[in-house]
């Protein structure tokens, strides 16, 4: 599976921007996916997953509230709003594909991860 990330950029505190997560290879229909982040000189940390099926996701606490992960099965894509931005939410965002259907918050529950996209929230 190839995943790539599409959405990154420069925002002010308080924008939105809208992330997603093209697959390629074969479907993704059945797996859990997730969005991780990582800022400069920090490890990689969970943000959001959702269920192979979409109808259950959960969240960091940090960004509970502000984003939302969802998922198109036809397109095999995922995506993650983020709304309210802060300069905190500053990093490089990965999506990548769960080991199984059920979400999990451990990347080493995750086997195939994209190249990142940059997310650089300012003053």
């Known amino acids: 599976v190839q995943l790539v990330e599409s959405g990154g950029g420069l925002v002010q505190a308080g924008g939105s921007l809208r992330l997603s997560c093209a697959a390629s290879?074969?479907?993704?229909?059945?797996?859990?996916m997730a969005w991780f982040r990582q800022a400069p000189g920090k490890e990689r940390e969970f943000v959001a997953t959702i269920r192979w099926s979409g109808d259950s996701s959960y969240y960091a606490d940090s960004v509970k509230g502000r984003f939302t992960i969802s998922r198109d099965n036809a397109k095999n894509t995922v995506y993650l709003q983020m709304n309210s931005l802060k300069p905190e939410d500053t990093g490089v965002y990965y999506c990548?594909?769960?080991?199984?259907?059920?979400?999990?918050?451990?990347?080493?529950?995750?086997?195939?991860w994209g190249q990142g996209t940059q997310v650089t929230v300012s003053l």
């Open positions: 290879g074969r479907t993704i229909s059945s797996n859990a």
């Open positions: 990548a594909t769960g080991l199984s259907g059920n979400h999990f918050t451990e990347p080493t529950e995750y086997d195939y």
